[in-house]
């Protein structure tokens, strides 16, 4: 198969977008919106967070986007006892060359799958750190670039909670979503039987793309035009967060960049050249609601933060011309 050209046009993007998507969802069903929000945060440069219960499908969902795009995977099972360097690597003394040499950890993968992030110690889940933001890893003072394109999908259990450490709003603070993949509906869940009954259809399914065309569509993605009205209406939303008495913490100026840049892929998703008002509202509740805190009193009350976004979404004024 010749090497597929990165898109040009945010026509081509549309269409190889599409063509991704529609390569997943044969193994994911029912779960299209899911699925291209997931894609969306590997467009925006972002990292993803899935917290569902058991058996909905997280870890089938990162293992099937790095086998649609053509990229390398790499799978980090956290576990209380796992140690920093099981994640980035480790050098060891090559006796036959009398040096060290670096052996690359798991996080050496274009998309990279951190199972049940929160049951490792906040010393391992910390490893991750450099990676997310600098896309790179320092190990004895020698700094190692990421294979690109980059992508960590992590997963937690949230109802679960004996043995596991609570993500740090830091940490949280560098994941561009999070999403919950949720229950599949009758339909879709009989299709699961069809599908995964005798064979898995992740062994079925073909690289549809490559590092190559994902970097293009990245960059394509870079350049799709957002209106000074639009920055007003997603900086006043984000700041919003920081005003409101039903939280004790609201988004950081980062918060503001990944609504941008999750809004720039959704759009090119759409074969737009430029974001519209609809998709910041329609990502806001997946992009902000985890780097919030909310107060005593409105988790009493039965609200969630995603309840919050919502009210302020619908309160915050939308720009007529974008």
């Known amino acids: 198969m010749p090497p597929r050209k990165p898109a040009r046009t945010n026509g081509d993007f549309a269409t190889a977008f599409e063509r991704i998507q529609s390569t997943l969802e044969q193994v994911v069903q029912g779960k299209s919106e899911q699925i291209r929000l997931a894609f969306v945060c590997l467009i925006a440069e972002g990292h993803l967070l899935i917290e569902d219960v058991p058996g909905v499908g997280k870890t089938l969902l990162a293992k099937a986007i790095a086998k649609a795009i053509g990229c390398s995977s790499g799978r980090i099972q ?3 006892d796992l140690l920093p360097t099981d994640i980035t690597g480790v050098s060891v003394f090559d006796q036959e060359h009398s040096d060290f ?3 690359p950890g798991p996080v050496f993968a274009n998309i990279v799958l951190g199972d049940e992030i929160n049951r490792a110690s ?7 750190l450099e990676a997310m933001e600098e896309r790179q890893i320092t190990v004895d003072g020698v700094t190692h670039k990421l294979p690109e394109p980059f992508l960590v999908i992590a997963t937690q259990n949230p109802v679960e909670h004996e043995g596991t450490y609570p993500l740090p709003v830091a940490q949280l603070d560098r994941f561009l979503m999070r999403l919950s993949i949720g229950y599949p509906n ?4 009989l299709e699961v039987l069809h599908r995964h009954g005798q064979h898995s259809a992740l062994d079925e399914i073909e690289a549809v793309s490559n590092a ?4 293009g569509m990245i960059e394509l993605a870079r350049q799709v035009h957002v209106a000074e009205t639009l920055n007003s209406y997603i900086v006043e939303l984000v700041s919003s967060t920081r005003e409101t008495a039903e939280l004790t913490l609201g988004a950081s100026p980062r918060a503001s960049l990944a ?6 892929a959704f759009a090119a998703s759409e074969g ?4 519209i008002p609809d998709d910041v509202k329609a990502l806001a509740p997946s992009v902000l609601a985890h780097r919030l805190m909310i107060a ?3 988790e009493m009350s039965g609200r969630s933060a995603d309840d919050v976004i919502e009210d302020l979404v619908g309160s915050v004024a939308v720009p007529i011309r974008g």
Request: proline fraction near 9%.
């Open 212 to 215: 190559r065309q994902i970097l």
């Open 259 to 264: 609504l941008l840049r999750a809004a720039r």
């Open 101 to 103: 040499e670096f052996r």
């Open 186 to 189: 009758a339909q879709s869940e």
């Open 122 to 128: 906040p010393k391992t889940q910390s490893a991750l």
């Open 296 to 298: 005593p009193e409105t």
């Open 78 to 80: 956290f576990t209380p």
């Open 272 to 275: 737009r050249e430029y974001v």
